[in-house]
């Protein structure tokens, strides 16, 4: 199994921490806890052609919300020439359980969309659905 590169995005320590420990199996965990940061990383990664396989980012953050971190990250895609095919994998996992968010997350073209509370089956359930992880 290839071993994935993954960014975990969150302004919640907990959080982060608790989304690597699931994730840690599948490959290497980067954690950011502010958006800017975060898209600069994801920027270096490009350039270095090294994207990201893998990207949990909260929507409720201070400074840059998720929203914005997320369009950030597709257009830098677009910037780099990343093929539609190839881009990374950004699922969006937040508290916020709201029509106006999931839709302003799938205008910013989201993989996925995860409601929390989170569990470790539910997440895996759904990076197995999306084919990012295999079954066990």
């Known amino acids: 199994m290839k071993k ?3 960014m975990v995005v969150d302004d919640d320590e907990t959080s982060v921490e608790m989304i690597c420990a699931i994730l840690s199996k599948y490959g290497t965990c980067d954690k950011y806890y502010e958006g800017l940061k975060a898209v600069n990383a994801f920027e270096r990664s490009l350039e270095e052609n090294k994207p990201y396989d893998l ?39 937040t508290i916020l359980n709201e029509p106006i968010a999931y839709n302003a997350a799938q205008a910013a073209e989201c993989t996925d969309y995860i409601v929390k509370p989170l569990n470790k089956e539910r997440l895996l359930n ?9 079954e066990d």
């Not at 759904?126 to 295999?134: A, K, N, P």
């Open 126 to 134: 759904r990076l197995r659905i999306l084919g990012i992880i295999e």
């Open 4 to 6: 994935l590169k993954i």
């Open 55 to 93: 990207v949990t980012l909260d929507l409720a953050m201070p400074e840059m919300n998720g929203i914005e971190v997320l369009a950030g990250m597709r257009d830098l895609e677009l910037d780099y020439g990343v093929d539609l095919l190839d881009q990374s994998n950004i699922i969006m996992i």
